[in-house]
C-alpha cells in the first residue's frame, strides 16, 4: 500500500518523466559512442593498410559519424520532450 | 527584470569564442551593485537565447538597453489585422491594443490576446528575429552569387578572380563530389541549383548562428520550422521526380517473397514509412544538431553564474574553465556547421539519385 501511494506520487510529480528522461539521454550517448568509436576504429585500420586512400577514407568516416550522431540526436530530442512535455 | 536582461547580454557575449574575461568580472561586480538578488534560471535563460524574440536585444550596459525592435503584424479574431513595433511592448511588460507578450504558460514569450477570459494566439506573421536573420541571410547569399555569376560572363575564358575564386572550389565540390557520384552523369544537372542552394544556406546561417554579434546570433537553422521547410522541399522534389522504377522499388520491391506483399503488405507499408521518414530524419537531424551545439554553450556560460550564486570566488574559478570549454565547444561547432551543411545536401542527393535511377 505504502509502495503504491510512493510511485502514484513519484508519477504525477513528472519525477519519473525526469529520471526516464536522464536515463534515455546516457544511453543515448553510449549508443553513439560505441557507433562512433567503431567507425572511427575500422577508419584508423583501413588508412594503416592503404595511407594513400585516406582522404576518401576520411570523408566516409565524417559521414558515417554524422549520421549516427543523428539517431543519437533523435532520442535526446525525446528525452527532451518527455522532461518538458 | 532589468538585472536579468543585464545578465542576459553579458552572458551573450561570454558565450561568443572570445575569453571576455574583463566582462566577467563586470557583471559579478554589477551583481553586487544590485540590492536585489534575482535568482538566476538556467533553464529559462537557455531557452531565451534559443527560441525566437520580438524585439533583437543587443546590448544591455547598467540600466541601458539597446535592442532593435520589429514588426508585429497580427491578425486577431476580434480585432482584425494590426501592425506595430515591438517597442510598444516596452521589453514584455506592457500591454498594447489587447495585446501583449505572455510570461508563462503554454504561449510563453509569445504574442497573446485575452479572449473572453482566455489567452489566445492571433494569426501571427511578425517579422521576428529569425525571420529578419533569413532576410540578411538571404541578401548576403543572392549578393555573393549573383555577382558570382555575373563575373563569370564577363571573365568569359579567363582565370577566375576575387569571390569567384573563392566559390568555386566549393561550387565544384558540390557538383563532383555530391551531385555527380550520387545522381549520375546524365541526370544531376536538373538539381544542381537547389544542391547548392541548401549547402550554401545551411552553411551561412549555421555560421551566422554562431556570431553573437549582430546580424549573426539568430538560431535560424535551430528552428524546426525551417528545417522542416528544407526537408519539405527535398521530399517534394523527390516524390514529383521518382520515375516508374523507384515507385516500383517501393510497392513491389524485387527480390522480396510474394507472402510479404500478399495478402498482407507487410513491405509496401515499410517502404512507405521510409518515404516519410527520410525527410523526417533530415529535418530533426539538422535541427538538433545545431540547437544541441547552442544548448552546450548556454549551459556552460549557466554554470558561471550557478556556481556564482553560491559564492563569488566560486564563480570566479568557475569562469575560467567554462571560458575554456566553450571555446572548445565553439571550434567543434564550425565543423559541425559544416558537416551537417554536408550530409543534408549529400542525403538529399542520395534521395534524388534513388528517385532517378534507371532499371539495371
Redesign the interface.
Known amino acids: 500500500m505504502i509502495t503504491l501511494s510512493i510511485l502514484l506520487q513519484a508519477a504525477a510529480s513528472m519525477a519519473v518523466a525526469k529520471m526516464g528522461a536522464a536515463f534515455g539521454a546516457g544511453l543515448a550517448a553510449i549508443g553513439a559512442g560505441i557507433g562512433i568509436g567503431k567507425i572511427g576504429g575500422s577508419a584508423l585500420e583501413s588508412i594503416a593498410r592503404q595511407p594513400e586512400a585516406s582522404g576518401d577514407i576520411r ?1 566516409n568516416m ?2 558515417a559519424a ?2 549516427i ?2 539517431a543519437a ?2 532520442a ?2 525525446i528525452c527532451l520532450l518527455a522532461i518538458v512535455l | 527584470m532589468k538585472n536579468i536582461h543585464r545578465f542576459l547580454l553579458i552572458f551573450f557575449f561570454i558565450a561568443s569564442a572570445v575569453p571576455a574575461f574583463a566582462s566577467d568580472e563586470h557583471d559579478q561586480h554589477a551583481h553586487h551593485d544590485t540590492h536585489k538578488k534575482e535568482k538566476f534560471e538556467p533553464g529559462n535563460f537557455i531557452m531565451d537565447h534559443i527560441a525566437d524574440a520580438y524585439d533583437w536585444h543587443i546590448l544591455s550596459y547598467k540600466d541601458k538597453h539597446i535592442s532593435v525592435p520589429l514588426p508585429v503584424i497580427v491578425i486577431s479574431e476580434q480585432s482584425g489585422f494590426h501592425m506595430f513595433m515591438s517597442s510598444k511592448f516596452h521589453h514584455g511588460h506592457d500591454a498594447y491594443k489587447g495585446f501583449y507578450i505572455a510570461q508563462e504558460g503554454e504561449f510563453r514569450g509569445k504574442v497573446v490576446e485575452k479572449i473572453n477570459g482566455h489567452e489566445v494566439r492571433p494569426f501571427d506573421i511578425s517579422m521576428t528575429k529569425n525571420v529578419v536573420a533569413l532576410l540578411i541571410s538571404m541578401i548576403i547569399l543572392l549578393w555573393v552569387f549573383i555577382s558570382v555569376a555575373k563575373a563569370y560572363t564577363k571573365r568569359k575564358g579567363q582565370a577566375p578572380k576575387g569571390m569567384q575564386s573563392l566559390m568555386e572550389p566549393l561550387i565544384l565540390f558540390v557538383r563532383d563530389e555530391i551531385a555527380k557520384p550520387a545522381i549520375g552523369e546524365k541526370k544531376y544537372e536538373k538539381y544542381m541549383p537547389f544542391l547548392l542552394t541548401i549547402f550554401f544556406f545551411i552553411w551561412l546561417n549555421n555560421l551566422m548562428g554562431l556570431v553573437p554579434l549582430i546580424p549573426g546570433g539568430a538560431n535560424v537553422t535551430g528552428n524546426i520550422t525551417i528545417t522542416m521547410v528544407l526537408a519539405l522541399f527535398t521530399f517534394i522534389i523527390t516524390t514529383v521526380n521518382g520515375n516508374k522504377n523507384y515507385w516500383v522499388h517501393i510497392f513491389n520491391t524485387p527480390g522480396v517473397p510474394w507472402w510479404l506483399k500478399f495478402p498482407v503488405p507487410l513491405m509496401p507499408l515499410v517502404e512507405l514509412m521510409g518515404v516519410f521518414t527520410k525527410p523526417f530524419v533530415l529535418m530533426v537531424r539538422l535541427f538538433a544538431n545545431i540547437t544541441a551545439g547552442h544548448m552546450i554553450v548556454l549551459a556552460f556560460v549557466s554554470l558561471i553564474f550557478i556556481f556564482g550564486q553560491i559564492s563569488p570566488m566560486l564563480g570566479y574559478g568557475t569562469s575560467v574553465i567554462s571560458v575554456l570549454f566553450v571555446i572548445f565547444m565553439d571550434m567543434l561547432e564550425l565543423l559541425v556547421a559544416l558537416i551537417q551543411a554536408y550530409v543534408f545536401t549529400l542525403l538529399s542527393a542520395l534521395y534524388f539519385g534513388m528517385a532517378t535511377e534507371e532499371h539495371h
Open positions: 570523408s565524417i559521414v554524422a549520421l550522431e543523428g540526436f533523435f535526446i530530442i
